[in-house]
């Protein structure tokens, strides 16, 4: 069993930055994919990007030169940096990782931009 818990989300003016964390309820040392999805109002679940175990990252277009995902052992964190931001960034930002057979997925943080 595996726990994923989002955090960071806000409100933020466009053009600000922040960043969003998935904390893993264990060691993530054994996690070879964590992904982060959004999904903005209206909208179905799309994914952003994903980084390997061996630290590998892959960017949606949009996301590209924008966004940064990282991990951190020491924490069992994921992070996901969110700079330049626009107002089509509004969404619900979520971490998911299939481990030991099943798929996880974090309970989502809400990201609103303001123009």
């Known amino acids: 069993q595996v726990q994923l818990v989002e955090s960071g989300g806000g409100l933020v003016q466009a053009g600000g930055s922040l960043s969003l964390s998935c904390a893993v309820s264990r060691s993530i040392v054994s996690i070879t994919l964590m992904s982060w999805y959004r999904q903005a109002p209206g909208k179905q679940r799309e994914w952003v990007a994903g980084i390997t175990s061996s630290d590998n990252t892959n960017y949606a277009d949009s996301a590209k030169g924008r966004f940064t995902i990282t991990r951190d052992h020491d924490k069992n964190t994921f992070y996901h940096q969110m700079n330049s931001i626009k107002a089509e960034h509004t969404a619900v930002y979520y971490c998911?990782?299939?481990?030991?057979?099943?798929?996880?997925w974090g309970q989502g943080t809400q990201v609103t931009v303001s123009s």
């Open positions: 998911r990782t299939p481990t030991g057979g099943r798929l996880y």
